[in-house]
């Protein structure tokens, strides 16, 4: 069954600090998602992603970051200069004409 | 503006009673539906889905869900819980276009289900 992956599965970095994530979207899949999760909170949408350009950003998702597909498989969310309340798990989905399929999320810590 | 209410944060039942958790969405139309569960540092699981049809939608794990368009509803239920179903759990919608389109999944607050011996 194909899945959605991301890596790493646990990202520490110091504030100031760039990060990025990585997704791996079902090869068929044409809209992409990242989603945000502080813990102990909900799941909060931060930026979806269509025809190689964004469609749609969230309040949360300010000039810190940024999402790419650079090759056509990788999905890639860059935080420019991470704060400590960038501390979450981060999830990726992808979508092809239905649902959603998450993947198993980065847990990013920033000290 | 679109949003999904679940208005219990914590929920406590002894294993092998009966569950509902509750669910209301506030969209201009009826939107899809859906529950995910989390686990302890896990990642999302969808348990059940609605997208129209029968109101009364079977998941994985023994969940059902109900979808009550007059009450903006859509409740999930289990008949009898079991330790390993002690989780958070999500609703979620997705606002209705029939080719799905460039839509996005908001997410409720999320319940915490505890299940006492």
């Known amino acids: 069954e194909p899945e959605v992956t991301q890596t790493p599965s646990h990202q520490v970095t110091q504030m100031g600090q760039e990060v990025i994530l990585r997704c791996v979207p079902i090869?068929?899949?044409?809209?992409f998602y990242w989603y945000r999760q502080i813990l102990g909170q909900k799941v909060e949408f931060l930026v979806s992603?269509?025809?190689?350009?964004?469609?749609?950003k969230s309040e949360i998702f300010d000039d810190q970051f940024s999402v790419e597909r650079p090759d056509g498989s990788n999905f890639t969310l860059k935080i420019r200069s991470t704060k400590l309340e960038d501390s979450a798990m981060y999830f990726c989905a992808s979508r092809g004409t239905g649902l959603l399929f998450f993947g198993p999320g980065t847990r990013l810590t920033v000290l | 503006a679109q949003s999904v209410t679940q208005p219990d944060i914590h929920i406590t039942v002894s294993e092998g009673a009966s569950l509902e958790l509750r669910c209301n969405y506030s969209?201009?139309?009826?939107?899809?539906l859906f529950w995910y569960v989390q686990s302890p540092g896990q990642g999302l699981q969808l348990l059940l889905k609605?997208?129209?049809?029968?109101?009364l939608v079977q998941g994985i794990k023994g969940f059902e869900a109900e979808f009550k368009r007059s009450q903006s509803s859509f409740n999930l239920r289990k008949p009898s819980v079991h330790w390993s179903d002690a989780a958070e759990y999500f609703c979620a919608a997705m606002p209705f276009r029939s080719n799905f389109g460039n839509e996005k999944l908001t997410f409720g607050t999320g319940t915490r289900l505890t299940i006492i011996p």
């Open positions: 992603f269509y025809n190689n350009e964004i469609s749609e």
């Open positions: 609605y997208f129209s049809g029968d109101t």
């Open positions: 090869s068929n899949h044409l809209y």
């Open positions: 969209y201009g139309a009826t939107p899809y």
